[in-house]
């Protein structure tokens, strides 16, 4: 059976690969969309990537996972650290969700140490890069395929 899976990405991630290379790496969004398209093809998945700057579009879109999508990855880039809509958006589409950063948030500023995502997370993959979107899809596929 083929899972249906919402990957997400927050504020500013539409410049992957020009925003700050040295914290990021050089790979595109669009990168990163190609390979997310191709590990979820031969894990039986359909995949919707989905980029935006605003808050309440990630909120809308979270809202239609919970009848459209069996499972949701997650990088909510700044949002992170502010967004209780984001967490509540989460909590109430009842659907398994993997938490992703590029970056690793805890060897960073203080500040983002803190991440509203993770309390309602399944699992939390940072610091790896975008091998990170690789592993949630593995790890959502095993998730769901367990259930």
Known sequence: MSHKILILNGPNLNLLGKREPEIYGHETLKDVEDMCLKVAQGLDMEVAFRQSNHEGTLVDWIQEARESFDGIIINPAAYTHTSVAILDALQAAEKPVIEVHLSNIHKR?????????????????????????????QALSRLLSSR
Do not use: P
Request: a negative charge.
């Open 109 to 137: 500023e203080e500040f983002r140490h803190t991440s509203y995502v993770s309390k309602t997370a399944n699992g939390v993959i940072c610091g790896l890069g975008t091998q990170g979107y690789d592993l949630a899809l």
